[in-house]
Nanobody, 123 residues
């Protein structure tokens, strides 16, 4: 089970800080990802991290202003993003993939999903 925390209302130019707690399964062997989805748009890859944090990938919208990290002792993955604007308004999801050779970018590679947390950026 994956549960995301930290959504809410953020002012434009501000930052978001999300966490995702994972229970059950073998978190230390999962590749973890963050996605987001706005109304009428496809689910978009934000960031992903390998099981041992040795590999990280970012989606185009997050690259340069986001950080992803994980704490395997706490079964938790984190996403921080700054310089938010209205286009960052979305439901943010965390997801888990079984171990792979590289951090997957496509949602189809992630088998387990959290319920999502809403982030709304106000101008």
């Amino acid at each position: 089970q994956l549960q995301a925390f930290g959504g809410g209302l953020v002012q434009a130019g501000g930052s978001l800080s999300l966490s995702c707690s994972v229970s059950g399964g073998d978190f230390s062997n999962y590749y973890m990802g963050w996605f987001r989805q706005s109304p009428g748009k496809e689910r978009e890859f934000c960031a992903g991290i390998s099981s041992s944090s040795t590999a990280i990938n970012f989606g185009a919208s997050a690259r340069g202003r986001a950080t992803i990290s994980r704490d395997n002792a706490k079964n938790t993955v984190y996403l921080q993003m700054n310089s938010l604007n209205s286009e960052d308004t979305a439901v943010y999801y965390c997801a888990a993939a079984t171990s792979r050779s590289r951090v997957p970018l496509g949602a189809q590679y992630y088998a387990f999903w959290g319920q999502g947390t809403q982030v709304t950026v106000s101008s």
